[in-house]
């Protein structure tokens, strides 16, 4: 029973699973082949083509920086923009920080105190 009913059942859903996570990825994801390509392939050969799917978009992820995130899911696109590289908080700024300081000197000139 093992073998007739749940061994199809797994390859039915390893190919759903990858061809879900195909039709949600990005173009530099898909190791070059186009999307059609990809779709032939995992649906005629199932183990093999989701298998290698699975592989070929982990490892360009890989090579491109990119970790696991919200793109990471089947069928979903972030939510938002990417958030730029850069300094988080305004206070890891150098350029806010220096701006500060210009503001905190020219109050003290002007006799302005320890008052924001």
Same mark, same amino acid.
Request: zero cysteines; hydrophobic letters at 40%.
């Given at each position: 029973m093992f073998a007739r009913v749940i061994l199809p059942l797994l390859v039915v859903g390893l190919a759903l699973y990858a061809l879900l996570d195909l039709f949600g990825s990005e173009e530099d994801e898909r190791g070059g082949l186009? $999307? &059609? !390509? &990809?779709a032939v392939i995992i649906v005629l !050969?199932?183990? =093999?083509?989701?298998?290698? &799917?699975i592989i070929v978009k982990r490892s360009a992820r890989r090579a491109s920086g990119g970790g696991p995130g919200p793109s990471s899911r089947p069928g979903r696109r /972030? +939510? #938002? /923009?990417? $958030? /730029? +590289?850069g300094p988080v908080a305004p206070d890891d700024d %150098?350029? =806010? !920080? &220096? $701006? !500060?300081?210009?503001e905190k000197r020219r109050r003290e000139r002007e #006799?302005? #105190?320890?008052? %924001?």
């Amino acid at each position: 029973m093992f073998a007739r009913v749940i061994l199809p059942l797994l390859v039915v859903g390893l190919a759903l699973y990858a061809l879900l996570d195909l039709f949600g990825s990005e173009e530099d994801e898909r190791g070059g082949l186009p $999307r &059609w !390509l &990809w779709a032939v392939i995992i649906v005629l !050969l199932p183990i =093999f083509g989701a298998v290698a &799917w699975i592989i070929v978009k982990r490892s360009a992820r890989r090579a491109s920086g990119g970790g696991p995130g919200p793109s990471s899911r089947p069928g979903r696109r /972030p +939510s #938002g /923009p990417k $958030r /730029p +590289s850069g300094p988080v908080a305004p206070d890891d700024d %150098p350029e =806010f !920080l &220096w $701006r !500060l300081e210009q503001e905190k000197r020219r109050r003290e000139r002007e #006799g302005g #105190g320890d008052t %924001p």
